[in-house]
């Protein structure tokens, strides 16, 4: 196995070709520093010559809570723009990345964050610690278009009205139901359960991986480019 580290974010390289991209930065809230650690891990995988499968988890009580509003509050307006455009290009490009995705949700996974785990193709959850939630309608917030295109390709009709309009937090056995996760873990196996999922998946040829998803998620994909355009001209 071999590992690396960037800006708090570790991956390691499984002999059977699964990358768990761990990252270790508290709530993980999206900033540059955040950004810089999982496009370098992002990078990393794609450059994985043979089998390849991503395995995305946290540490200890988060998953990721989503934008670093803090940051942002402190930032100017450029910095505002560019990090948010980077984050929809991240979704993007998890949305259509050439290998299979997982996110091995550990603990808490709240708006952006929750949109990052959407972006995978799987999702395992801790079934003991942790919700799911999307805040929006109670911080008096409307999902921007590539957002809504995101979640609404993932779940199903009655999974988005749910999560999207009542701002609930939803715990494991919840989200399961609901089809958010396809499968719940105690705390120890959750990446097990995880890695299991896409491990035989990991050998199929990587441009006809992302070929598929790119059809899958087109209209995500190009709502979520034109936000990241969009993000570079706003007004603050």
């Known amino acids: 196995m071999e590992a690396s580290d960037a800006a708090g974010v570790r991956v390691d ?14 709530e993980n809230r999206f900033n540059p520093d955040t950004l810089d650690g999982l496009e370098a891990a ?16 946290g540490d200890g009580k988060f998953f990721s809570n989503g934008l670093d509003l803090e940051w942002l509050g402190g930032a100017d307006d450029d910095g505002r723009r560019q990090t ?17 995705t997982v996110a091995a949700i550990n603990g808490h996974v709240f708006a952006a964050g929750a949109m990052m785990a959407l972006a995978c193709d799987w999702r395992v959850m801790r079934e003991d610690r942790g919700y799911f939630c999307l805040p929006e309608a109670d911080i008096g917030l409307v999902f921007v278009p590539g957002m809504n295109a995101l979640i609404t390709e993932k779940l199903s009709p009655t999974a988005a009205r749910d999560t999207m309009l009542t701002g609930q937090r939803f715990g494991a056995p919840q989200c399961r139901d609901l089809g958010v996760v396809d499968a719940i873990a105690p705390e120890d196996d959750v990446i097990n359960v995880a890695s299991a999922l896409v491990e035989p998946l990991a050998a199929k040829p990587k441009h006809v991986q992302q070929g598929i998803k790119q059809g899958i998620s087109r209209n995500a994909i190009a709502a979520l480019e034109v936000e990241a355009e969009t993000a570079l001209s706003l007004e603050f």
């Open 13 to 26: 390289l499984r002999d059977d070709g699964i990358a768990v991209v761990r990252m270790n930065l508290g």
């Open 42 to 57: 992002l990078d990393q995988v794609e450059s994985i010559e043979g089998p390849a499968a991503l395995v995305l988890t």
């Open 84 to 100: 948010l455009s980077r984050v929809y290009r991240l979704f993007a490009r998890l949305l259509a990345f050439p290998a299979p």
